[in-house]
């Protein structure tokens, strides 16, 4: 202890200096997530119970629930609500489906199988608003190529993107077209992580295809399918970005189209009503939040 | 079931795995497939199974033409180094998964799966998922989903490769028992030479493609065909001494050393050839029997009951094993001579055997 080489290094036997060396090297980062994360969301909680808040001068008349018994009145809200489930309830069963399928075919070794997988991964490197842009113009009434294709089954033109009955379809297809390329990259992964031997230990049993689909590959990839309903689930709760190149900018044709994100963009920016936008982040974040728990607890008696 | 092999190639683009296959496994028998990796025995395997197409050549299950037949119709098990166990279905499971392909009813399967689990000492871990099981427990229930459906012919392939030493050398004295207990036709492919001399009925020893030679393990080794055989089998590997028949005599490459060897009588002389001796085949002889040349101590290595000396021998470099109570110093010089058998005599460019 007295040794005099050791004397530099004698705050080491103190504990409590001890404790908060590491603490010190970790400040930089704790400190930007303070500011760049933890300040926004504890904001956004205080604002949603904020009444008649001023962004510039922080001024608020009181604190109380005004906020979200206005959102939860508002029949805009509450279309918004509706519009979102129903999206998030198509686009995310939907996309995975589909994504199983075309990440099996993917998945094998045949020739000119690279050209096919630039395909189906170009709508993750194509800008929302220009792919968007493009299809506007597939979702035409009168040249699109979607109405067009559809009439050699005898179907009638379809005003896709005018009918608000048509509206919430156009979107949805559209939004499983531009989440379906990261959806399929995660499935392809969840497939190769499959041992080829499995696939081989069936086939020399007899079994066929669809026999191991249903009984080899779709457990197996049980994880994966469960992470791609996680992730899809959040971020198609937060649709909102595909609604502007579609319908010039607005939450649909006859302001049908409202999605939540979309109705907090509408009262944040266009309406400055701030603390009812920080309600409807809130309501929204619940209920994502609850769904997420769901998903976690089934899917976990589930592999089991 | 007898398995013929005729001819059998498969060659994957320009490259060739297996090469002119030639050999017939009789029923009833465990055969190794016994090779570096490489060699194609996996490939040989694949074949058999009807996994890959052979290139040419036909096999024979007891007479009868399967080469076109896919491998589901082949009435073979497979079992894979990697165990490749459903890790979503139970013990139960896997073991009856081949029985519910074939649409037997759900008793009936459990019922022939717990008998096999039974054969395989695994039938206390039915409702346990292959990641709660040691690798030798689910290589068990590998062999047990491999047999479940009462197959013709049982191929491993590396069955052993994944356990550790211990659970080697008990897992293949009980997949022994197991081909033993059933009887079944088993190809057992191995990279081990002493897996496959402990296991097998019979060996097939393959290199580049080609079959090298197909016995009982002991005359695999006894009698190797050519020199790749006697290099392969053995530990420690068969020592080489490089030289040529001239007068009857064996001389040492690089000349400083004159053996006369009484069976190289027959030998070409002038030819390059390769004297080679097993380890156990060379010995310090008695002071009346003669030595047949001088070797210099290089280490020794007590081994307990055995004692294995490193020497050099006209500039080779030589092994052998030395009585238990003998430990020369290293840097002298002690006598050797060679037994009959173990002791060699290779072409030195063909490899195949003279003597």
Same mark, same amino acid.
């Given at each position: 202890?007295?040794?005099?080489?050791?004397?530099?290094?004698?705050?080491?036997?103190?504990?409590?200096a001890?404790?908060?060396?590491?603490?010190?090297?970790?400040?930089?980062?704790?400190?930007?997530?303070?500011v @760049?994360?933890?300040?926004?969301?504890?904001?956004?909680?205080?604002?949603?119970?904020?009444?008649?808040?001023?962004m510039?001068?922080?001024?608020?008349?009181?604190?109380?629930?005004?906020?979200?018994?206005?959102?939860?009145?508002?029949?805009?809200?509450?279309?918004?609500?509706?519009?979102?489930?129903?999206?998030?309830?198509?686009?995310?069963?939907?996309?995975?489906?589909?994504?199983?399928?075309?990440?099996?075919?993917?998945?094998?070794k045949?020739?000119?199988?690279a050209?096919?997988?630039?395909?189906?991964?170009?709508?993750?490197?194509?800008?929302?608003?220009?792919?968007?842009?493009?299809?506007?113009?597939?979702?035409?009434?009168? @040249?699109?190529?979607?109405?067009?294709?559809?009439?050699?089954?005898?179907?009638?033109?379809?005003?896709?993107?005018?009918?608000?009955?048509?509206?919430?379809?156009a979107?949805?297809?559209?939004g499983?077209w531009?989440?379906?390329?990261?959806?399929?990259?995660?499935?392809?992964?969840?497939?190769?992580?499959?041992?080829?031997?499995?696939?081989?230990a *069936?086939?020399?049993?007899?079994?066929?295809s669809?026999?191991?689909?249903?009984?080899?590959?779709?457990?197996?990839?049980?994880?994966?399918?469960?992470?791609?309903?996680?992730?899809?689930?959040?971020?198609t709760?937060?649709?909102?970005?595909?609604?502007?190149?579609?319908?010039?900018?607005?939450p649909?044709?006859?302001?049908?189209?409202?999605?939540?994100?979309?109705?907090?963009?509408?009262?944040?920016?266009?309406?400055?009503?701030?603390?009812?936008?920080?309600?409807?982040?809130?309501?929204? @974040?619940?209920?994502?939040?609850?769904?997420?728990?769901?998903?976690?607890?089934?899917?976990?008696?589930?592999?089991? | 079931?007898?398995?013929?092999?005729?001819?059998?190639?498969?060659?994957?683009?320009?490259?060739?795995?297996?090469?002119?296959?030639?050999?017939?496994?009789?029923?009833?028998?465990?055969?190794?497939?016994?090779?570096?990796?490489?060699?194609?025995?996996?490939?040989?395997?694949?074949?058999?199974?009807g996994?890959?197409?052979?290139?040419?050549?036909?096999?024979?299950?007891?007479?009868?033409a399967?080469?076109?037949?896919?491998?589901?119709?082949?009435?073979?098990?497979?079992v894979?180094?990697?165990?490749?166990?459903?890790?979503?279905?139970t013990?139960?499971?896997?073991?009856?998964?081949?029985?519910?392909?074939?649409?037997?009813?759900?008793?009936?399967?459990?019922e022939?799966?717990?008998?096999?689990?039974?054969?395989?000492?695994?039938?206390?871990?039915?409702?346990?998922?292959?990641?709660?099981?040691?690798?030798?427990?689910?290589?068990?229930?590998?062999?047990?989903?491999?047999?479940?459906?009462?197959?013709?012919l049982?191929?491993?392939?590396?069955?052993?490769?994944?356990?550790?030493?211990r659970?080697?050398?008990?897992?293949?004295?009980?997949?022994?028992?197991?081909?033993?207990?059933?009887?079944?036709?088993?190809?057992f492919?191995?990279?081990?030479?002493?897996e *496959?001399?402990?296991?097998s009925?019979?060996?097939?020893?393959?290199?580049?493609?080609?079959?090298?030679?197909?016995?009982?393990?002991?005359?695999?080794?006894?009698?190797?065909?050519?020199?790749?055989?006697?290099?392969?089998?053995?530990?420690p590997?068969?020592?080489?001494?490089?030289?040529?028949?001239?007068?009857?005599?064996?001389?040492?490459?690089?000349?400083?050393?004159?053996?006369?060897?009484?069976?190289?009588?027959?030998a070409?002389?002038?030819?390059?050839?390769?004297?080679?001796?097993? *380890?156990?085949?060379?010995?310090?002889?008695?002071?009346?029997?003669?030595?047949l040349?001088?070797?210099?101590?290089?280490?020794?290595?007590?081994?307990?009951?055995?004692?294995?000396?490193?020497?050099?021998?006209?500039g080779h470099?030589?092994?052998?094993?030395?009585?238990?109570?003998?430990?020369?110093?290293?840097?002298?010089?002690?006598?050797?001579?060679?037994?009959?058998?173990?002791?060699?005599?290779?072409?030195?460019?063909?490899?195949?055997?003279?003597?």
């Amino acid at each position: 202890m007295t040794a005099p080489g050791k004397r530099k290094y004698a705050y080491r036997d103190r504990p409590l200096a001890r404790a908060l060396e590491p603490l010190a090297y970790l400040t930089p980062f704790l400190a930007a997530i303070a500011v @760049f994360t933890l300040y926004p969301v504890i904001n956004v909680v205080l604002m949603s119970f904020k009444e008649g808040y001023q962004m510039l001068t922080g001024r608020f008349t009181q604190v109380g629930m005004e906020n979200y018994a206005y959102v939860l009145r508002d029949r805009y809200f509450i279309n918004a609500l509706q519009n979102t489930a129903i999206y998030v309830a198509v686009v995310v069963p939907l996309s995975t489906i589909l994504s199983i399928l075309i990440a099996n075919l993917l998945n094998r070794k045949v020739k000119g199988m690279a050209l096919f997988q630039t395909a189906y991964f170009m709508p993750m490197v194509t800008a929302v608003t220009a792919a968007g842009l493009a299809w506007k113009f597939m979702f035409s009434r009168d @040249f699109g190529v979607i109405n067009q294709i559809l009439s050699w089954f005898g179907a009638g033109k379809i005003n896709w993107l005018q009918a608000p009955e048509w509206s919430l379809w156009a979107l949805i297809i559209y939004g499983v077209w531009s989440i379906l390329p990261f959806t399929i990259i995660l499935m392809l992964s969840g497939l190769q992580n499959i041992d080829e031997t499995h696939y081989i230990a *069936a086939r020399v049993d007899g079994a066929k295809s669809a026999r191991i689909f249903f009984r080899i590959t779709v457990p197996m990839l049980a994880p994966t399918i469960g992470l791609v309903l996680t992730i899809n689930t959040i971020s198609t709760s937060k649709v909102f970005n595909e609604i502007f190149p579609l319908f010039n900018g607005r939450p649909g044709p006859s302001y049908n189209l409202y999605t939540v994100v979309y109705y907090i963009y509408d009262q944040f920016y266009i309406k400055w009503k701030l603390g009812r936008a920080a309600a409807a982040a809130m309501i929204l @974040f619940l209920i994502i939040f609850v769904i997420t728990m769901l998903q976690q607890v089934i899917q976990r008696k589930w592999s089991h | 079931m007898k398995v013929e092999m005729r001819g059998l190639t498969k060659h994957f683009g320009s490259t060739v795995a297996v090469e002119d296959f030639t050999v017939t496994l009789e029923d009833g028998h465990l055969t190794s497939i016994l090779g570096p990796s490489g060699c194609g025995k996996s490939t040989v395997l694949n074949l058999l199974a009807g996994i890959v197409p052979a290139t040419r050549g036909e096999i024979l299950f007891d007479g009868e033409a399967v080469t076109g037949l896919p491998p589901e119709l082949r009435g073979i098990g497979l079992v894979f180094q990697n165990y490749s166990l459903y890790p979503h279905m139970t013990v139960l499971g896997n073991i009856s998964f081949p029985l519910e392909i074939k649409k037997v009813p759900r008793a009936q399967r459990e019922e022939s799966a717990r008998a096999m689990a039974a054969l395989v000492h695994v039938d206390n871990l039915l409702h346990r998922k292959p990641r709660e099981l040691s690798g030798g427990q689910q290589q068990r229930v590998a062999i047990a989903r491999a047999l479940v459906k009462k197959p013709n012919l049982l191929l491993l392939d590396e069955p052993l490769s994944n356990l550790d030493a211990r659970l080697r050398l008990e897992m293949r004295e009980e997949i022994r028992r197991i081909q033993q207990e059933t009887r079944v036709t088993t190809v057992f492919v191995t990279h081990d030479q002493e897996e *496959a001399m402990s296991i097998s009925d019979r060996i097939v020893l393959m290199n580049a493609g080609r079959l090298q030679q197909e016995d009982e393990p002991q005359r695999l080794y006894h009698e190797p065909r050519n020199q790749f055989v006697a290099d392969f089998l053995g530990t420690p590997p068969i020592n080489h001494l490089p030289g040529h028949m001239k007068g009857g005599a064996f001389i040492l490459e690089g000349g400083q050393a004159r053996f006369p060897f009484s069976r190289g009588a027959g030998a070409p002389e002038g030819r390059p050839l390769i004297l080679a001796v097993r *380890a156990e085949s060379a010995h310090v002889p008695d002071p009346d029997e003669g030595a047949l040349f001088s070797a210099s101590v290089e280490s020794i290595y007590a081994m307990g009951k055995e004692v294995l000396g490193y020497f050099d021998i006209g500039g080779h470099s030589f092994r052998c094993y030395l009585d238990g109570d003998m430990l020369p110093r290293p840097g002298t010089e002690i006598p050797i001579a060679f037994r009959e058998r173990g002791t060699f005599l290779f072409d030195g460019e063909t490899g195949e055997r003279l003597l």
